[in-house]
């Protein structure tokens, strides 16, 4: 049994959303740490003929928490603060993730277990203290269902394919 690295779970942002094709930039250069909340909606109801109650689960609203520090010229960092400058909010504020499973890799395709999910990017903060890095934080929050697929990487880009 081999520990999974967290290397091997990718994120990937489209930064240019609307355009024909995607431009995925992997998630990664000023961020040290991402994880996905996935806010699980529970419903509890206590019947007449029970001691305890039901609960059940009813959906999720995840989000991904972005927090970076600023690279110029870092494609991620630039789509973010381009967002931030315009204060997009509404359908410019959207785009795609694609979250790539390495670690769950297709011994006969070669392909990566992957999700494709709409979403929106709200702008949390900008700035930080004297003499430290230049930080932005923002959160990702997921759009309706992902579609379920896989993913092939090559020279660093990925490309994905919907399962039928």
Request: glycine share 10%; net charge negative; proline share 4%.
């Amino acid at each position: 049994m081999e520990k999974i690295k967290r290397s091997l779970f990718a994120s990937f942002l489209n930064t240019s959303p609307g355009e024909t094709s995607p431009t995925w930039a992997r998630m990664g250069k000023g961020i040290t740490s991402q994880t996905i909340t996935y806010n699980a909606e529970s419903n509890s109801e206590q019947y007449i003929d029970e001691d305890s109650a039901t609960t059940t689960l009813d959906s999720y609203a995840p989000t991904m928490n972005g927090a970076m520090s600023a690279y110029a010229g870092e494609p991620i960092f630039e789509y973010v603060d381009g967002l931030r400058k315009s204060r997009a909010v509404g359908a410019d504020s959207e785009s795609d993730i694609l979250l790539v499973y390495i670690y769950d890799k297709d011994t006969t395709s070669g392909a990566y277990a992957a999700e494709k999910q709409h979403v929106s990017i709200q702008i949390d903060d900008f700035g930080g203290d004297a003499g430290g890095s230049l930080p932005v934080n923002f959160t990702i929050n997921f759009m309706g269902d992902s579609e379920q697929g896989t993913a092939t990487i090559t020279s660093g880009s990925p490309t994905f394919t919907a399962a039928t």
